[in-house]
């Protein structure tokens, strides 16, 4: 008997964030509501939220639930019956249908693509939804969304800017923000730099603010035995062209997108 109980309660504990969850859900229109009525099944319905964002129940008539969650729903109907209809009436709410609410993410992502979305979720959740970022994403992430006013013909768009960084490594929350219907984010690529020639890793690399050639060398593995660690020259495009700046000190500050060059000693 203590063991069934046992159990009991953790099933109960792993459905309850769920139970949670379903009821913080803000309805809006084309979602399909079951209105039950505790001992009053002639009043339990299944109602279509309209454009409106209306719902007709039975007794009360067409009410309005916009921007209202689930519980609020359930308390909103329940004062409204017991306003001469029912003494202490009991009403539960559940979401039969999920209106198509969807957002778009892009970029550098693992699984780019429209995705839809139920009940609250953050930046971060719908990245993991996603795939979660590349290994070439950058430091920011763009949110565009539509900001509707008051005229619902004067639509425009806002957009939002998360830095990654402060957000995933600082945890900075306040820029966890939450995803909205038809929000489309982007994530950006990193900025890169290249280090070629007499190295022992030759590649491109991930730019960091305030790096220097010596530490770039460093993260390309090193000179080969036979570089010619004088002669360094950067390849930089500057105002559309190219330049080339010779024989550079090993403290000159690498910029996105240039090229080390690290030449063959001929000694």
Known sequence: ?????????????????????????????????????????????????????TVRVPLIGEISVADMTVSQVSGKIETLLADGYLVNPQVDVFIKEHRSKQAIILGQINSPGQYELRGKITFLEFISKAGGLTSDAGS???????????????????????????????????????????????????????????VKKPDSYKYEPDLTVIMAITMAGGFSKIAAKEKVRIIR???????????????????????????????
């Open 1 to 53: 008997m203590k063991r069934t109980l046992t159990l009991l309660v953790l099933v109960y504990l792993s459905f309850f964030p769920l139970v949670c969850l379903a009821q913080d859900y803000t309805v809006g229109e084309g979602d399909v509501l079951d209105i039950n009525v505790y001992e009053n099944e002639d009043l339990t319905t299944t109602v279509r939220v309209t454009a409106n964002s």
């Open 140 to 198: 920011t992430a763009t949110i565009k969304r539509i900001k509707e006013s008051d005229n619902s013909f004067d639509n425009n768009k806002e957009t939002l800017v998360v830095d990654l960084e402060r957000l995933i490594k600082k945890g900075e929350t306040s820029l966890n923000f939450l995803i909205q219907d038809k929000d489309s984010v982007y994530i950006s690529k990193a900025k890169t730099y290249y280090v070629s020639g007499e």
């Open 237 to 267: 495009t500057v105002d559309g062209e190219k330049k080339i700046f010779q024989r550079v000190n090993m403290d000159t500050r690498v910029l996105p997108d240039d090229v080390i060059v690290v030449p063959e000693s001929l000694w």
